[in-house]
């Protein structure tokens, strides 16, 4: 048996031991590759299963001591390849040992069949498995059994704020969270680890300031040590650890059944690959998930056809407010024909679908039927309102409408403002010959004292250009002098000081 996931080894070999009474044993790197005398153990017949990674099955040592043995091939009733999409994903740069796997063949009995799984096999993905297992195209049986999961509910939406902003994934953490678990258990996949690390960041932002130095949204990818991974995934398992910020490397075989929500930041590589991470969500028995796609506004536009009417508006749907969700009735755009070479394997024809997307997904992987599902937990396309659960947050705009303008200077905040800085000076710089005013102008004091409450930290940086924020402070004088200044009672500062108590202060603080 050949399967990618070393981490699951030990946990098949436990199943094949203690569900099916079978001799079972895994053989990879962490349990010290193939020794000579496991190796003859095998030959030998003890073991009805062994389990390896492709690596290890076309090690030189293993094909020496192993496959060439005639009488392990004489003995060898079949070979099982799981995940076998990735026979044809993988290959020409990552674990090429996976494309070539069909090599086995020249040592083992003619009739010894090969038998390949996979929840993700597209027509051109199981030609090209045919090719590469060297199947017999004339003689062979193909059984699909399906892979719609009537579980999860699948949304796709194109963001509606600038990328770098992140704004469209505030739906995840709900501001007005009272605790974790109020924060749905979500695996969040994206290919780039920089954006990863910096949506960690953002949504961290938005967890309650009582949680926030919980780490309740991690990143996990494959550069992460082992030990980290390990960590993680048990907290994330567990439920304490609430977001995962990943890539592909937290995934394939995971099967966490409390996970609510999956969602893919920009569009995926293809379709097999989002049909894997949205199987995902719900997996346990009666929980139901959403799987999302937040893509990239350019993709999810739907280009009008020769003569056709402006259909820009349907790359709207799911935005803020509402207003574009519904689809007209007669408005849906045929489907395009999907064909081997459809880019994405049919990923783009399924995001700017206009009729069900469950129904697309199934036409992609040639599934004979489209389980019943109810319309209201189906798809976005079916029932709109599922993007009540993903908006993105509120636009721009509306956000700059309630910025306050500037009016008359209150006295009482210029006069601790001033006070403020003097402490600073007296308590940090009391002997270098700088005055106050260095460490925050009086324009700048001035400037705060007159445009009322200060909401957040990008607001106060805005006003402040000079003196304080070029200040590089060390230790704690500053802070108590913030502190100070927070406690002022009428303080207009104060929303802004409580906001960078956590953000900006604490780092000057070791
Ligand atoms: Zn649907």
């Avoid at 994330?236 to 930041?265: E, P």
């Amino acid at each position: 048996m050949i399967s990618p996931l070393l981490a699951l080894h030990e946990e098949q070999v436990n199943t094949f031991k203690e569900e099916f009474d079978l001799e079972a044993v895994a053989i990879n790197s962490a349990h010290g590759g193939c020794s000579k005398e496991l190796m003859d153990t095998v030959v030998s017949g003890h073991y009805q299963i062994v389990l390896l990674s492709p690596e290890m099955l076309l090690s030189r040592r293993f094909i020496d001591n192993v496959l060439r043995k005639p009488e392990f091939g004489a003995r060898c009733l079949s070979v099982f390849i799981d995940e076998a999409h990735c026979v044809s994903h993988w290959g020409a740069s990552f674990r090429k040992q996976y494309g070539r796997i069909g090599i086995i063949r020249a040592f083992l009995p003619k009739a010894a069949p090969i038998v390949a799984v996979s929840a993700t096999l597209t027509p051109r993905v199981r030609e090209d498995i045919i090719q590469k297992l060297q199947i017999d195209p004339e003689n062979y049986l193909f059984v699909n059994i399906g892979n719609d999961r009537p579980g999860v509910a699948q949304v796709v939406r194109s963001m509606q704020h600038p990328m770098n902003t992140y704004r469209d994934l505030d739906f995840m953490v709900d501001t007005a969270m009272t605790c974790p678990a109020d924060i749905p258990l979500s695996f969040l996949y994206t290919d780039d680890t920089k954006d990863g690390a910096e949506i960690v960041d953002h949504l961290n932002a938005r967890v309650c300031e009582e949680y926030r130095a919980r780490g309740l949204v991690r990143p996990y990818n494959a550069s992460m040590s082992r030990e980290y991974r390990e960590t993680v995934m048990r907290l994330f398992k567990a439920g304490i650890i609430r977001i995962l910020v990943c890539t592909d490397a937290a995934g394939m075989g995971c099967d966490i059944a409390n996970v609510d929500l999956v969602v893919q930041w920009k569009a995926p590589a293809n379709m097999s690959s989002w049909v894997q991470r949205a199987g995902r969500a719900g997996r346990g028995r009666g929980r139901k998930g959403l799987a999302v796609i937040a893509g990239e506004a350019a993709v999810a536009v739907v280009e009008a056809e020769e003569g056709g009417e402006d259909v820009a508006e349907r790359g709207r749907r799911g935005w803020y407010g509402g207003k574009d969700d519904h689809i007209e009735p007669g408005a849906e755009i045929p489907l395009p024909e999907i064909t081997n070479n459809t880019p994405g394997e049919g990923l783009y024809i399924y995001i700017q679908s206009t009729t069900c997307r469950r129904a697309v997904m199934g036409k992609i992987f040639g599934n004979e039927t489209v389980p019943a599902v109810d319309p209201s937990e189906c798809c976005d396309i079916c029932n709109a309102h599922l993007f009540d659960r993903t908006r993105p947050s509120k636009p721009v705009a509306a956000v700059r409408q309630q910025a306050p303008k500037k009016g008359l200077v209150v006295p009482a905040v210029r006069s601790a403002l001033y006070q403020w800085r003097l402490d600073i000076k007296k308590s940090r710089y009391s002997h270098t010959a700088f005055a106050s005013q260095a460490i925050l102008d009086d324009d700048t004091c001035e400037k705060l004292a007159s445009i009322g409450p200060i909401v957040s930290l990008e607001m106060l940086k805005q006003h402040c250009t000079v003196g304080w924020l070029g200040l590089k402070p060390q230790r704690c004088q500053r802070c108590r002098g913030l502190s100070q200044l927070y406690r002022q009672p009428d303080f207009w500062l104060k929303p802004a000081l409580s906001q960078l108590k956590p953000t900006w202060l604490k780092p000057m603080c070791p």
